[in-house]
């Protein structure tokens, strides 16, 4: 099998949030779909080791932030390289508390927040099926894909 096919599948990068109690925690991702419209509906992988996976569990609710193509090589670091559990990612992070959750406002070009509707167990990840609550528009920018994360940024 040639599993570099793979790599021309087209998806964007995201940076995923959730609070319990009050740690903030949150993941990079490149796994999120709309998948309905009318009563909009979000599907999102979490592999499931990750902090984020446990806490989203837990919390059943979340923000989905859509980087830009000028998102800091910085910001992916930190969300993409390094646990929750032992560093707290927002420090020197533009981040609002919206809906009593951490959204990533820098370098994005909008943000969701949802709700947990179901979790489908895939082996070595979680599909999290999310019920979109709000959304709103950050900045007029191109979104960040994975092919340009790889070929410009990696």
Known sequence: MDYSVLNDLSYGMYIITTKINNKKVGCFINTAMQITSKS????????????????????????????????SSNLISKF???????INKFDDV????????PVVLED?????IGE??????????????IKVLS???????????YRYYHEVLK
């Open 94 to 101: 533009n981040y609002q508390n919206i809906e009593n959750l």
């Open 40 to 71: 909009p509906v979000i599907a999102i992988s979490l592999n499931k080791d990750n902090y984020t996976n446990e806490i989203l569990k837990e919390t059943r609710k979340c923000a989905i932030s859509i980087l830009s193509e000028k998102a």
């Open 80 to 86: 993409g390289y390094f646990s929750s559990r032992e």
């Open 116 to 129: 947990v509707m179901r979790v489908i167990d895939v082996d070595t990840h979680d599909i999290f099926l």
């Open 108 to 112: 994005v070009c909008g943000y969701i």
């Open 135 to 145: 959304t709103a528009k950050v900045l007029e920018q191109k979104p960040m894909t």
